[in-house]
DNA sequence: TAGTGGTCTAGACCACATG
DNA sequence: ATGTGGTCTAGACCACTAG
């Protein structure tokens, strides 16, 4: 279980220091000499640390001043979309925890541009421990659809089972991203004020014959969550 | 000019090396002890050199197996490419209106982890005569940048007159996007309430040697925009 | 001037993929 | 069994910031 790599776990500590509000913005980090002191390490595992740390912007290092904790900490995870696949390795990394499966009604499938039926699961994008970084509703088509039990004990994404599962190929997903107040009810799941900012995502999965199998929307308050992504010109 | 760290040179004669098509998609590159025989370097700086490819996902690497050329963007797969462009096309539809230019303060340069002197150009985006789409933070570099009257007869994208002008070449941009809310001087320039939810989406457009030469935040009060995009899924 | 982060070297052991 | 990349240590010199 222990088995991450020492950098890793290095990096996590300090990052938990800096979002449970123990080391506040501006704060100043331990030095890497400090590191290594304190924590019996070479400087490069503790350089590696703080490269993760620099990386996901939760912290900014001058040469010859230190390192301070970010003015404006980045949410904790931020997702980097470069292709395809990285939609789905999001998917992996922040566990879909369904918290009730039931056939969508019509109402909510006219407000997403839906026809046909569908198969409602609500539920909360998680990692590890920290405060659900979303609020998610994922709409599968109800021939199609996995029950409840089976949602949990999923490994991938939903998509992916969908593939395996029953021979499908989704070759095409459009995605929109806008900003949006959280509801009352909303926010409460997500144990924040209600109004709280929200980055809504939704995701539409179609096969080849361009027919939406799933939709998914999440709601992610602001702080928890960034979406980043790489854009190469072509050489 | 060729102070740059040795791992970074190793880097881009890498990079050369795949771009002009020397190493081709599916090719084993040189292994990290070759590197370190052939150029006389470290295992270290060879491996530095490796992970700035592979983070620019040229290159993938699997231990035990080696290091290969990533595949070249699939035919359909236009993706990363049509983005690009896609990100200039915004630029292009939603003029950019200049406010202000000055020196960018330090404190501002802290808070988005730029280093070095930037020019700071604060403005709107607005399509015709409707409400402005966002408010938008420009910085460029100091060297590089243009002036207020320049940007105001601008046609085309800020980016696009630095390539033009000044023989430069972006390859690469990063975009984040997260929710947040609005302060009072923002939404009132906006014509919102204060604390109105916000797209906030910023742009990091970087050189050929990975330095950031301009910034752009932009502010999209809630319901004025949203973001969409389409991915495909390579054959 | 003292201390910081940035770069670089020269080793070492390990998990893993391949033949 | 060999060689790969992944991790880690123990040094070193440098450019830069700050007191």
Do not use: K
């Not at 989704?170 to 004020?193: C, D, H, K, N, P």
């Amino acid at each position: 279980m222990t088995d991450a790599p020492l950098y890793r776990q290095v990096a996590e500590g300090l990052r938990r220091r800096i979002l449970t509000g123990e080391l506040t913005p501006g704060a100043q980090l331990p030095t890497e000499m400090a590191l290594c002191d304190t924590l019996g390490i070479s400087r490069h595992t503790a350089r590696e640390a703080l490269r993760i740390l620099t990386e996901d912007g939760l912290i900014l290092r001058r040469r010859g001043a230190g390192t301070v904790v970010a003015e404006a900490p980045a949410p904790a995870f931020a997702q980097t979309l470069g292709d395809f696949d990285d939609i789905l390795q999001y998917a992996r990394d922040a566990r879909f925890v369904c918290q009730s499966a039931e056939p969508a009604d019509a109402e909510a499938l006219d407000a997403l541009g839906l026809t046909g039926e569908f198969s409602l699961l609500t539920g909360l994008r998680q990692v590890s421990q920290e405060p659900p970084m979303a609020l998610t509703r994922v709409f599968v088509r109800a021939d199609i659809a996995p029950d409840f039990e089976t949602v949990n004990r999923l490994s991938g994404s939903i998509s992916e089972w969908l593939e395996a599962t029953h021979a499908i190929a989704i070759t095409r997903v459009t995605q929109r991203m806008e900003a949006v107040a959280l509801s009352g009810t909303q926010a409460s799941v997500l144990g924040v004020r209600a109004e709280t900012p929200a980055l809504r995502t939704i995701r539409r999965y179609r096969d080849t014959g361009g027919e939406i199998i799933q939709l998914s929307e999440s709601l992610h308050p602001a702080g928890r969550f960034a979406y980043e992504m790489r854009l190469e010109r072509g050489q």
